[in-house]
């Protein structure tokens, strides 16, 4: 997962980034704090999987009613992941720290009653290590057809990828190592992405994880991605006369740059697949991006939407709107916005949403969101809401962290559905 959560934190002072305190005295949320969720009825837009604060794993419904455990036992858990049919969470447990210890992941159904503790379908070698990083145990992808787990996880020499069925109690297979790994999915299963520190390479799953070396001078601070088609794969890498975004088949025949690249860079595919979201730093050096583009996946052709500071940004399930989060300009807070990018001209009005400080679990999906955007993203399946955790500004400082939803198309308040650190949309 690498090290721009820290670069995150050294850029944006005054964010909160709360550690994992696991004192005595901590109670359940089996029943979150409704606050008039207004114009979300239950069911309409699926529920919600969060962290409570006692760090167990709960399911609520959008209209923050219904909450329930998903299961009783004594593990404390983080970063619920959705099967793509919503019938099943995974999710990473841990030991208390500091350093917090990762233990192994878990995956819950979620059509029956809470009971002990779930099945375990992997878990840390000996001599592991430490997270992640903070608030990260592991991170979980589901394969689309719901049958097999990607894990990233911490190893004796750094990170470390693996693949574990699902249903079966088959041992996980080590994939790759490296100092930093991020991971995706092919649409249909049968492929991985995988970044091991500067090589960039395809594991074909369904014949023994065969390797097939795609490129090896990626950027450590992107992470590739796959067409919502599987026709095409997207990475930024060095070229001749620099860096650029390059589109390729999955063989990695037939690569073109459709953006030139200046500094840090990080994208992700529109669900339309027909464009791509690009941020850059604008710097040599990789800071912060300062810059927010969409760029033509045939052409090239790009229009700036956003000029400033960009922490994350994320694609509405119609591939219409962006949603990104930036630095408040006092450096207290972050904010959400929203912009329209169907039709798109420069110059498109964004609308500012909501200020809020994050949870660190929420400071971390920000901070990784190209990656979490496939597993966790903030918007509801319908496309009408967005969900962060956190708390708003100007509440008391010592308030507790909410799990908050707030409509997508103007400045209204948000409604909090629960006290929680995190939390992810069922599947629609």
Known sequence: ???????????????????????????????????????????????????????????????????????????????????????????????????????????????????????????????????????????????PDGQALAIIASSEGGQALFITSATSASPPRRIADGASISVAWSPDSQSLLVRAGAELTRVDVGTGGLLALLANSTSLQSFPAWSPGGAEIAYVATGRGGSFLFLARPTGAGRRAVARITGAARFSWSPRGDRLALGQSLEETEGML???????????????????????????????????????????????????????????????????????????????FDQYAVSHSPWSPDGRWLMFAGTLSGEVADADPQIYVMEASEASPPNHVAKGRLGTWEPG
Request: with cysteine; charged share 15%.
């Open 290 to 368: 300062q810059e927010l583009r969409v760029v033509d996946a045939v052409s090239g052709d790009a229009v700036t939407v956003h000029q400033g500071p960009v922490l994350a940004f994320f694609w509405s399930p119609g591939g219409d709107r962006l949603a990104y989060v930036t630095p408040r300009e006092d450096g207290a807070a972050l904010r959400w916005h929203i912009v329209e990018v169907v039709p798109i001209a420069t110059g498109t009005q964004e609308v500012a949403l909501a200020d809020f400080d994050p949870t660190g679990e929420e400071l971390a999906r920000l901070a990784f």
């Open 1 to 143: 997962m690498g090290g721009l959560l820290l670069a995150v934190l050294l850029l944006a002072p005054g964010l909160a980034c709360q550690e994992m305190p696991l004192g005595e005295g901590v109670s359940p949320t089996p029943r979150p704090t409704v606050s008039g969720a207004r114009n979300i009825s239950a069911g309409s837009v699926g529920r919600i999987a969060y962290v409570g604060l006692d760090y167990r794993i709960y399911i609520v419904g959008a209209d923050g009613r219904g909450g329930r455990a998903v299961a009783t036992g004594d593990v404390r858990s983080t970063w619920p992941t959705w099967s793509p049919a919503g019938v099943a969470l995974a999710f990473s447990s841990f030991t208390p720290g500091p350093p917090v210890q990762a233990q192994g992941v878990y995956v819950a159904r979620v059509d029956v009653g809470a009971g002990p503790t779930p099945p375990l379908v992997y878990e840390d070698l000996p001599g592991a290590g430490a997270a992640l990083g903070p608030a990260i145990p592991h991170y979980v992808q589901w394969s």
